[in-house]
């Protein structure tokens, strides 16, 4: 092969690498990142919003999110910032779409998004197309749902009632407690361990008595108030622990509720 040949080749070459790399990045970048993906169902009846969205949602009140799923669901651990109709098992459409008129305050133009159990849960879908029947006009779905929120570290809150039933009955949850050394030798909840909020920057964490055997172990985190248990929760988030909820209220609820001295 002649010199010109060669050159000829060699530009071929880069030329069409060139050309595939542009391509990946364009595809790269129609596709987006994970947190802006949706599930793209066909022949929606409403439309779907991403993590990302769900975020920025939350951060600036652009609309109101709603759990569809039943109570006991919901205050076993739900997004962080949801609504919930509080919906037993057996309740009619019409009771649903009562209870969300209720946390819109009657304003069926009001922005919402419901979420629930994620792709293959139909809760979100039949409560959206409940209230776009009844004259909602601003309706969308987080199909995704609570699982990828999960997925993502995005925080989960767990209420009084979800964290009591668990605490009694869950025998593998584990469950940390977010005060001071202190605070915690003198009461705690019995079968806790402590992981000070404070200590946190000191590689208190990786001291922390971590369930490492098995990274879905259910883990419920509390402590003097909501922001110590949020801060917990946001340093195990950087971690790949996903199924993690805290509990937004005080130590002394939980305390008085689980009947400690």
Known sequence: MSRHAVYIHVVAVVFATS????SSIDTARAQGS?????????NQ???????????????????????????????AGHIAGAKSPMLEGNAPPEAAVAAVGRIAGGDKAKPLVLYCNGPHCQASRQLGEQLVTAGFTNVRRYQLGLPMWRTLSGPVE??????LRVYRIDQTAVFLDARSDEEFSRRHLPATHNVPADKLAADGLRKAPMPNNDFNTRIVLFGRDGAQARALANAIGKTPYQNVSYFP???EELAAAAKVD
């Open 158 to 163: 767990i209420e009084l009632e979800g964290i």
């Open 34 to 42: 994970v947190h802006q993906a949706t599930l793209a169902e066909p």
């Open 19 to 22: 050309l595939m790399a542009a």
């Open 45 to 75: 009846k409403t439309p779907e919003v991403s993590t990302e969205e769900v975020r920025r949602i939350l951060a600036d009140g652009g609309a109101i999110l709603i759990d569809s799923r039943k109570r006991a669901e919901y205050v």
């Open 249 to 251: 209220g005080t130590f």
